[in-house]
């Protein structure tokens, strides 16, 4: 670079040379000429050379220039990025310090929580034996009323023969005084003995088992005069005021055989247990679904607690402790929609959207037989009274009759409804089905024939979505979507009390207590209601 400089220096001396120097003519010598003239070639490439190093010079200093301000950029960033760093560890340190204080937290809580396990289990066990000890006493009190009861049976078929025999008496004696025996005369004839019965108070001599644990303590079915229709009043009223606990739609509702308490099952995806006296949830709620809840039985002998849902599982629960009984079955391959015990509890039915009934052993939790295919969705089954035949409702506006010995389809389905049936029921003689569907009608059926036996009972404003007798067959109540519960006389088909209003959701299950006195309905807004049934004449 030094040599270039002075090269540049020299050029710029032998072109400019002394103030007017150059235009002075001088003479030369054509040897030094020569000379001078290729060292100012020489000086003048050294001098273009100096000037393009120095170009080069430049741009370089002009690049260390910016590669200089990147790197202080570059610094700066990296200081940046490293004070965020040392705040995201000081962060992340505060943290783990908070993490190792909730472990230390959730390590109390968890020996509080097994020490409150422990406590509660043991509390469970004692109160265990005593139910067992009140529900031994129970039982012997129950065997008493047995054998009340069937002195009480005997003695009634005894009156009820004399006043069958009484009665033939009297159509013949009024047969032979005035022709044809009407009604109007027949009632006349009766002794005050017999007009005075209450409907329900005698037990027929050709009534079929009403699906009760003993035959002695099911509810008598009437003795109907032929020709006289008796019509009921009633006087409906709720109790106290809803039962709340679940966080969705109540979707079954079932009363336990003894009455004392009500099962539910909920959008919520839990079964919950109430006490019919005082209306207050009794223990925790039964969770192991993973879905919603649609249907929950107890067995008849009370032990036992099934519930099906969405899951397409059943679950088997000590309707005591609350405790899972068993594995979940399972079977169905869509939403479980229908349960029911046969009437002797050996057998347990379940239907669903998959198409299908099918049967299992009550105790093994094992299928019975091969699964009852139909080509329609079944929303609602049902044992007979005398656990021989299932009834089932469909999406496609029928209802099929299956015999349960073979699996076998009984006739052809039964045809009326004009869409969706979403129950039925068997009366507890089993002489009668009822169903309800979408049309918004129910329909009462021969169950030996398949016969319509009257006009369909109209009332509801929308899809009736449950339909049940009472026990002693005399009335018949039904809900749905108009958020309504509504009662008929099974006999005549017409109302017996004004539609029961307080639900402010639809309606999808109800359920009558086993003496016939309360009645449950779950709904859609999250609670359970309670009504009581007082018979004021007939």
Request: charged share 25%; glycine share 10%.
């Amino acid at each position: 670079m030094k040599r270039a400089a002075r090269a540049l220096c020299l050029a710029i001396l032998l072109c400019a040379g002394p103030a007017g120097a150059l235009d002075l003519p001088l003479p030369k010598r054509p040897e030094e000429t020569d000379t001078r003239a290729r060292e100012l070639e020489t000086a003048r490439e050294q001098a273009a050379a100096a000037r393009k190093e120095v170009a080069q010079l430049k741009a370089k200093i002009a690049r260390l220039e910016r590669d200089l301000r990147g790197a202080r950029t570059r610094g700066r960033d990296a200081e940046a990025a490293a004070a965020r760093l040392k705040a995201e560890a000081t962060r992340q340190a505060q943290q783990l310090r908070q993490v190792g204080a909730q472990a230390d937290a959730a390590k109390a809580q968890v020996a509080r929580l097994q020490a409150d396990i422990a406590r509660r289990v043991k509390a469970s066990a004692d109160s265990a034996t005593d139910e067992t000890a009140q529900l031994k006493e129970r039982i012997a009190q129950l065997e008493q009323e047995v054998g009340r009861a069937k002195a009480q049976h005997a003695a009634g078929e005894e009156e009820a023969a004399a006043f069958r025999m009484e009665i033939a008496r009297l159509e013949q004696a009024l047969h032979q005084a005035g022709g044809r025996p009407t009604p109007t005369k027949l009632a006349a004839a009766l002794p005050a003995a017999v007009a005075g019965v209450p409907l329900g108070g005698i037990h027929s001599a050709g009534a079929r088992d009403g699906g009760f644990a003993d035959k002695a303590t099911r509810p008598p079915p009437p003795i109907l005069v032929p020709g006289v229709v008796r019509q009921l009043k009633l006087t409906v009223r709720p109790i106290g005021g809803p039962l709340r606990g679940h966080k969705s739609g109540v979707w079954s509702v079932a009363f336990s055989p003894g009455g004392g308490t009500i099962a539910s099952g909920g959008w919520d995806g839990t079964v919950r247990l109430w006490d019919t006296v005082t209306g207050r949830p009794m223990g925790e709620p039964l969770q192991g679904h993973r879905g919603p809840v649609l249907t929950v039985a107890f067995s008849p002998n009370g032990a036992i607690i099934v519930s099906g849902g969405q899951d397409g599982s059943i679950r088997r629960w000590n309707a005591v402790t609350g405790w899972p009984v068993g594995d979940e079955i399972k079977g169905h391959a869509d939403y479980l929609q229908s349960l029911a015990f046969s009437p002797d509890g050996r057998v347990l039915a379940s239907a669903g959207w998959d198409r299908t009934i099918r049967l299992w052993d009550a105790t093994s939790g094992l299928p019975v037989g091969r699964p009852l295919q139909e080509r329609s969705e079944i929303l609602s089954a049902v044992f007979s009274p005398d656990g021989h035949v299932i009834a089932s409702g469909h999406r496609n506006d029928t209802i099929r009759l299956w015999d349960v010995a073979t699996g076998n389809p009984i006739g052809e389905p039964l045809q009326g409804h004009t869409d969706f049936v979403h129950a039925v029921a068997f009366s507890p003689d089993g002489q009668v089905i009822a169903s309800t569907g979408r049309d918004r009608a129910i329909r009462l059926w021969d169950a030996a024939t398949g016969r319509l036996l009257q006009e369909p009972l109209v009332g509801h404003t929308d899809t009736v979505l449950f339909v049940a007798f009472s026990p002693d067959g005399r009335l018949i109540a039904s809900a749905g979507m108009d958020k309504t519960v509504r009662l008929w006389d099974a006999a005549s088909g017409k109302p017996v009390a004004p539609p029961l209003l307080g639900h402010t959701g639809l309606i999808y299950s109800i359920a009558f207590s086993p003496d016939g006195g309360l009645i449950a309905s779950g709904s859609d807004d999250q609670t359970i209601r309670l009504w009581t049934i007082e018979r004021t004449g007939s």
